[in-house]
């Protein structure tokens, strides 16, 4: 899970936007989008080791393997979190709570490069 | 699960706006958002239920847990279901279908107050 | 899972917008929103296989029934998922990933006439 909330914000700044709404989308099938506590790791921790368990990989009933066991877990995680999250902003800052932070969230197990889109709107 | 939908439509009458989408964002990891059946009670009891015995307190796995044993049940349900929702709008009303209502939903068994926020745009 | 990549972009191209944000939203409690490989159907086939493993019909522990034993899993489906969507475009065209398709994902056995709102904000 790596976090993304502060580039959302370099983004935000950069639209010279007050107020409005920030979208994000994650262009891939095989990782995703999760808005989740950011102040104590091991929450994240125990969101990925649960998520594990739910999902594992080598689950005998999988045909799509071609591309490993994580191949058929990471759609399955992607489509059990968020591909788009959208964020209202005011004052050219995101309204998030006081513990939420954007995460990308990568669910296969070899590194892979992931694009997000950021699409700001409003006034 | 505390249903605001009434409370999104007064909001949406309040901007004056005609056609557009209404996004609401919860500012919480511990509670989410869900767009469930609103005329029989016991299809979100039922969805309350099953989603307590998929992600039980108390789970011996868990280490995020020194605020009680539904600290981390709270994080896994939240992600499972949703933090921004999208609602589209015609001639001043939310074009949720029939059976839709718009609802928040507190995972952790103490009572919180909850921030919800919500953007309209359109015109 | 019924593909509506293409319906999309139709709506889009009819609107004349460059860019912006389109949403998708499912007006249903029964049938959700997914976006998914689009590539090789066998991923497909075993997510909805999981899920179907995941939340079975029959689970005893269900009294919300009488449309039938696919009723409440139908539900609990749609909560897993997704109701709106929110997918960024430009030059008129969805900045979906190479392997991304947009699926109306129906819940329930017997067919049903399921309603999306399309709306598409931009410039």
Same sequence: chains 1, 2, 3.
Avoid at 36 to 47: C, F, G, Q, V, W
Wanted: with cysteine; charged share 20%.
């Amino acid at each position: 899970m790596h976090e993304v909330t502060n580039r959302l914000q370099v983004v935000l700044k950069e639209s010279g936007l007050g107020s409005g709404v920030l979208t994000v989308f994650c262009r891939h099938t095989s990782c995703s989008l999760v808005i989740m506590e950011n102040a104590d790791p091991s929450a994240r921790r125990d969101l990925a080791a649960w998520l594990e368990r739910l999902v594992p990989a080598n689950d005998p009933h999988f045909t799509h393997t071609f591309e490993g066991p994580d191949d058929m877990p990471s759609h399955i995680k992607m489509a059990l979190t968020r591909t788009s999250e959208s964020i209202p902003f005011a004052e050219g800052k995101l309204l998030l709570g006081a513990w939420q932070g954007v995460y990308l969230w990568e669910h296969r197990h070899a590194a892979h490069s992931c694009q997000l889109i950021v699409t700001v709107v409003g006034e």
